[in-house]
């Protein structure tokens, strides 16, 4: 998942205060960017890579440390013995974790990556291949068997790409790297409570390079937190049974508030004249509000007529799709922050039970922005006063405000959506 921003507003980033990243890959908000940029690594970099011969002093004395932390908390010796004998860090992991995007993912180039016709076909027939255990799992946890599919499909493919990086080692490397130690850190010690438990082996703990694992792409603090052992074995297997993988899937939803009864939302046609700074997660309005302000159905019937409670998001900015989207889209944030994402995952639920592809126009081309194309967007704003913060080539909330702010000035729609035609109207001066 690429993004231009951290903001509610922005197309593939939401601000932890609109809702904490949590979700099956990264919990409780640290790991956004990290494996939502998962999918757009090639299988190459998902390829471990054997680590160095000659072990580093400084790591040794890492893992002794480690050691004695992890024996504090209850972890065997055992366990530790199995997990951390003969590891080092791997430097691919961190060629991956220091990677930036040189250009970011258009909207429609991000959906058809994810919701074409061959993973439709393909999830409609795991859909009823799998309908009574999904329906089971739906009765206990109320997950609708349309979304947990949905996920397994931009999680892993299904299944078909788990990552193959040995999991202890990956996180091992990116608890030791200084950059982000205390957050993987904990996903190590939580790693070896997993090995520790017996749900699974040290040898067969594989996963991406950032940790996460199995057909949903947990880390392991949410493994720990959320994962169940819906099978009854005595462990809790996300790699081979799919009642355990479904179940800890909608265990976690469930616990973070998913209501059952509710979709995620629904492409809208907005009237004409719309204020698109109301497009925005932090603008919550009841549907029979946003019916007054003339948005409709896009076959231009009426909203639903529900106590439900909904935002408009713009993921393309105003010349985009627009969507309506309810609790169960925040909750999927939650998942992984990304509005993309979480709209590919909608979307995808949609198609899975027979509605048809959105029906917005799209666009003859789409050019998608470099990051020192937006760092030259930043400079040219900051050079007509606006304020962009330190021009580092990611659109921030306060280079979205400058861009909101310049789009006032020049009389265009302030969506605070960075385009090419944008960057071509500030270097005319």
Known sequence: MQSLSATPEDPSRVDSKAGRPHGIRRPLGLLAGLLFGLAAHSVAAQTPQKPAPTLDPAFTAWVSDLRKEALGKGISNATLDSALTGIAPIERIIELDRRQPEFTQTFWRYLDLRVNEKRITRGKALLVQHAELLKAVEQKYKVQPRFLVAFWGLESNFGDHF??????????????????????????????????????????????????MGHLQFI????????????????????????????????????????GEESWGREVRLPDGFDVQLASLRTKKPLSEWQALGVRRMDGESLPAKDITGSIVLPQGHQGPAFIVYNNFRRILNWNRSILYAVSVGHLSDRLVGQGPLQSVRPASEKPLSRDMIREMQGHLSARGYDVGTPDGVVGPMTRAALRAFQKAVKLPPDGFPTFDLLTRLRGG
């Open 163 to 212: 990552g193959g990086y040995p999991v202890v080692q990956a996180v091992a490397t990116l608890a030791y790297d200084p950059r982000r130690s205390r957050f993987f850190r904990s996903q190590l010690l939580d790693a070896l409570r997993i090995l520790d438990r017996g749900d699974i082996t040290a040898g067969k703990m594989r996963g991406s390079w950032a940790g996460a």
């Open 220 to 259: 392991p603090s949410t493994f720990v937190r959320y994962a169940v052992d819906e099978d009854g074995d005595g462990r809790r297997d996300i790699w081979n049974s799919l009642p355990d993988v479904f179940a800890s899937a909608a265990n976690y939803l469930s616990r973070i508030g998913w209501r």
